[in-house]
């Protein structure tokens, strides 16, 4: 199983909890990860993920992984600053310019995101 470092946009109660929207919306972020974090490592990878929620319903996030080559490491960002990062690009995009791409967004929602629990799917050999 993967180690991810969870990062969880502050979009849920924007878009009214509503998991369709949501997933496509952080479909609109794991597409830009590289650019809002700024690191080089091309051995990082960004996730769509189930999260399973002990306390509540499962919900969507974004999965950070990080392989033990990347020069990306968990001590460089605390899971606050990632999250920290990705909250000041949504702010600056703009929700409605992420809504609109999400719009775009054909191929994953939630019902399938739930079917395959990491999106894209990946072998988990690790």
Known sequence: MRNYTLIEPEIYSTLNWNLDLIVK??????SQMPQIISEDSASIEYDLLVVHNPHGPAYPGIGMYCPEKATFT?????????????NDWVQQTGIT???A???????????????????PTCVQAD
């Open 25 to 30: 919306c952080l479909e609109v972020i794991r």
């Open 74 to 86: 968990r001590e460089r960002y605390e899971s606050f600053e990632i999250n920290t990062k990705i």
């Open 97 to 99: 310019t992420i809504l």
């Open 101 to 119: 791409k999400a719009c775009e967004i054909e191929y994953i929602d939630w019902q399938q995101l739930t079917r395959l629990q990491t999106y």
